[in-house]
């Protein structure tokens, strides 16, 4: 465990003073915190501590208009530009369903939230930014010259914290559901029954629940008929093809707090470094190529005939990010999408682990 003290939150904004370019996220690695304890630094300068209700905040985003809705884990950053609108509320989960800001949202691990105000030559920036207990982003909404500055101010009145100290206290790492570790006991047999059966993508996690399996482990398992193993650049091959052919896919970045969805087509991709960008009108990604470690196609029966999607890992197991081809509940797959994931380049599969 890191026994390194702290710095203390003057030290903090000194250290931002000093590296004005570099990002929050990079700088508060170099100072050993978290981001959330960076931002909290800076209460009473630029920032604002704000309750992370999520409910209130969603309703009161819808009148704030267009923004930029940010969600990211480790590797891949997502942002969409659009209006949060068909707002569903819940304490568990929670929804925005709008046409260009797709959300499914998990309030529980939302810990802390913070308004903030950055300078930028003559312009202010202004944002709203949520993390778990852990001070690890969950969630951003960037204003936009078109955003209601009015509707802002008043919803950050509404969530502000009495709480204003430039401390926050962190629970440090907070361990993944979806990663389990160590050897499985579930039975083959039981899991390719339990699959074979799925008539819905969402009965998915619930399998891998009761089976007490990772999603990385149930696809080693259950055989090449429902998951193959792709070569590493099978992502990037098939932007292209995507891309080339204006097919609308589906593509989710997710961390324990927001999943960020984009449905429709990607025109703009720019690889740079070890970065794969889609750099589109009201859709941004950015996907580190190297943080890759296994690709894998994944077929699922639902009532509407079996989907196919790819799923990109990490090498702790995590998923880094999902695609399918676009549909809705309802309809079929994708024939052009279908083609696709089966013809990505393939490589053969691990055993089981």
């Not at 819940?90 to 810990?111: Q, S, T």
């Not at 052919?245 to 989710?252: A, D, H, N, S, V």
Request: aromatic share 6%; glycine share 8%; net charge negative.
């Amino acid at each position: 465990m890191d026994q390194r003290v702290k710095p203390a939150p003057h030290e903090i904004r000194r250290a931002r003073t000093e590296n004005p370019k570099t990002r929050e996220r990079d700088l508060a690695a170099q100072l050993g915190i978290s981001e959330a304890e960076l931002i909290a630094a800076h209460c009473g300068d630029g920032v604002v501590r704000i309750e992370p209700r999520v409910n209130d905040l969603l309703t009161g985003l819808e009148a704030v208009g267009e923004v930029m809705a940010l969600t990211r884990n480790e590797s891949a950053v997502h942002e969409k530009i659009g209006v949060y609108d068909k707002i569903v509320t819940g304490n568990h989960n929670a929804m925005v369903l709008g046409e260009n800001i797709d959300l499914r949202i998990f309030p529980k691990v939302w810990a802390h939230g913070f308004a903030v105000e950055k300078r930028d030559g003559d312009d202010i920036r202004r944002s709203l930014q949520f993390f778990d207990a852990a001070g690890e982003a969950v969630h951003k909404v960037h204003l936009r010259p078109g955003s209601s500055l009015y509707a802002y101010q008043k919803l950050v009145a509404a969530l502000e914290s009495s709480n204003q100290e430039s401390t926050i206290d962190i629970s440090g790492h907070i361990p993944d559901d979806e990663v389990h570790g160590g050897e499985t006991t579930a039975n083959l047999d039981d899991l390719r029954d339990r699959w074979s059966r799925l008539t819905d993508v969402h009965q998915f996690f619930g399998m891998l629940k009761t089976l007490k399996l990772s999603r990385r482990q149930a696809v080693r398992m259950v055989g090449q008929d429902y998951a193959w193993l792709l070569d590493n650049d099978a992502v990037r091959v098939m932007f292209h093809h995507a891309s080339e052919g204006e097919m609308p896919i589906m593509c989710f970045v997710g961390n324990r707090g927001c999943i960020q969805i984009h449905s429709g087509p990607v025109k703009s991709i720019k690889p740079m470094g070890p970065w794969i960008n889609v750099l589109d009108e009201t859709f941004h990604l950015h996907l580190r190529t190297d943080h890759i470690h296994e690709v894998w196609a994944v077929r699922k029966p639902t009532k509407d005939g079996h989907v196919t999607s790819l799923e990109v890992y990490d090498a702790d197991g995590k998923m880094i990010i999902q695609f399918f081809g676009k549909r809705h509940e309802g309809e079929s797959e994708r024939d052009d999408w279908r083609f696709l994931a089966e013809h990505l380049p393939r490589i053969p599969s691990p055993t089981a682990a």
